[in-house]
């Protein structure tokens, strides 16, 4: 078994809803449990602005998954709920990103883990920070809760 923590987010339709029922499908997929699950925060969108605000949250899971077997599991999670990939960054019903593998460091033309972008974004590391303030980063060998950043722009939607 191996600890991961997830990103997830959406802009699109029933916002929350959909948060609770990419939660809900990854915790029935064979191999994995959903062991902890952050607060729902608001966001700005990031990249693409001219879209509606987004809900995020993490989520950690226990998974016997490979990291490839993970990803191919998040991809259907995203199209079950309707996932369209028409603009990059832009708007959604469902973004879920590996965000860590264990203490894996994964560098692969389709996956690379620890997400590239993470340590930029405070709508992942806040909700990060929430369930893994513990948990090491690999590549900076700091604790979560020493990289966490504050944002005024990132505000709890939700416990």
Request: proline share 6%; hydrophobic share 35%; with cysteine.
């Amino acid at each position: 078994m191996t600890y991961a923590y997830l990103g997830l987010g959406s802009n699109v339709g029933e916002r929350e809803t959909q948060l609770d029922e990419a939660v809900r499908i990854l915790n029935n997929k064979n191999g994995i449990e959903v062991t902890k699950v952050s607060p729902i925060y608001e966001t700005e969108p990031v990249g693409y602005v001219d879209q509606p605000q987004f809900l995020n949250q993490c989520i950690e899971i226990h998974t016997l998954l490979k990291p490839k077997d993970l990803l191919k599991a998040c991809m259907e999670t995203e199209q079950q709920l309707h996932r369209v990939r028409d603009v990059r960054w832009g708007p959604r019903t469902l973004d879920v990103d590996i965000l860590l593998y264990g203490n894996q460091i994964i560098e692969k033309e389709d996956l690379i883990v620890p997400h590239p972008r993470m340590l930029e974004r405070s709508f992942v590391l806040i909700p990060l920070n929430d369930i893994a303030s513990d948990f090491i980063e690999p590549h900076s060998n700091e604790k979560i809760g020493n990289i966490v950043m504050t944002d005024d722009s990132v505000k709890k939607y939700k416990d």
